[in-house]
């Protein structure tokens, strides 16, 4: 149980172009989603902090209108790159939690993003 | 602001050696404590965590944990380390409510 679907696994796209990314939880109802960015050979940094209905809350540093995140649905939430360059090319990775405060976060397999 | 510390960045060892992989954590009230584990290319895998109860945590694969608060650690242990453990461990804390914030990763790398 608890198992997070992520897709893309991996993208290859042309800088200037927008990309989106899902993340499902396909077993149970997250309340809220996260993001996270990971660099090669560093450790996950968190972008937003998504709760179903409502705006997602961006990290410091975070480009709001560069990273658009959407959490339509209690199993579903997207990551969209807008205009992507290649300093946007990174592993990202969603996770949700089930409800309550003591749920663990359960993650995606991430998604690698290259940007030529 | 809470933050997770990993005194490692890389571990070497042999196979079947014992493994220590260090982890401070600050914060001024209660925390939940996790260890993750991530194969090249892959997702993480949660191999154990700490809500409450017995400080001495055992996860998946034989690896254990203690958590200890007035030294404000959580040390991963394995006591004989397999060829196939070779991963980046993450530490990462929480407080209720919030994300999960992670260290920086220790490399573990075992050789035969």
């Known amino acids: 149980g608890a198992v997070v679907s992520q897709h893309p696994s991996w993208v290859i796209c042309k800088s200037g172009t927008s990309v989106k990314i899902e993340c499902r939880s396909l077993?149970?109802?997250?309340?809220?989603m996260f993001w996270y960015r990971q660099f090669p050979k560093q450790s996950l940094m968190l972008m937003a902090t998504?709760?179903?209905?409502?705006?997602?809350?961006?990290e410091q540093g975070v480009e709001k209108d560069k990273f658009l995140i959407n959490h339509a649905s209690l199993t579903l939430s997207t990551l969209t790159v807008t205009s992507a360059h290649p300093e946007d090319s990174s592993f990202y990775i969603c996770?949700?939690?089930?409800?309550?405060?003591?749920?663990?976060?359960?993650f995606g397999d991430g998604t690698r993003l290259s940007i030529l | 602001a809470q933050s997770v510390t990993q005194l490692d960045s890389q571990v070497p060892v042999f196979e079947e050696a014992p493994v220590e992989l260090r982890c401070n954590y600050s914060?001024?009230?209660?925390?939940?404590l996790f260890w993750y584990v991530q194969y090249p290319n892959q997702g993480l895998q949660l191999l154990l965590k700490?809500?409450?109860?017995?400080?001495l945590v055992k996860g998946i694969n034989g690896f254990e944990a203690e958590f200890n608060k007035s030294q404000t650690s959580f040390h991963l242990r394995k006591p004989s380390v397999h060829i196939s453990d070779t991963a980046e461990y993450f530490c990462?804390?929480?407080?209720?409510?919030?994300?999960?914030?992670f260290g920086k990763g220790t490399t573990l790398s075992v050789s035969s």
């Open positions: 996770s949700a939690i089930r409800g309550g405060e003591n749920q663990p976060q359960h």
């Open positions: 077993d149970f109802q997250a309340t809220t």
């Open positions: 998504s709760n179903e209905g409502s705006k997602a809350t961006y």
């Open positions: 914060s001024s009230v209660s925390v939940y």
């Open positions: 700490y809500l409450s109860g017995s400080t």
């Open positions: 990462a804390a929480k407080k209720a409510g919030t994300a999960l914030i």
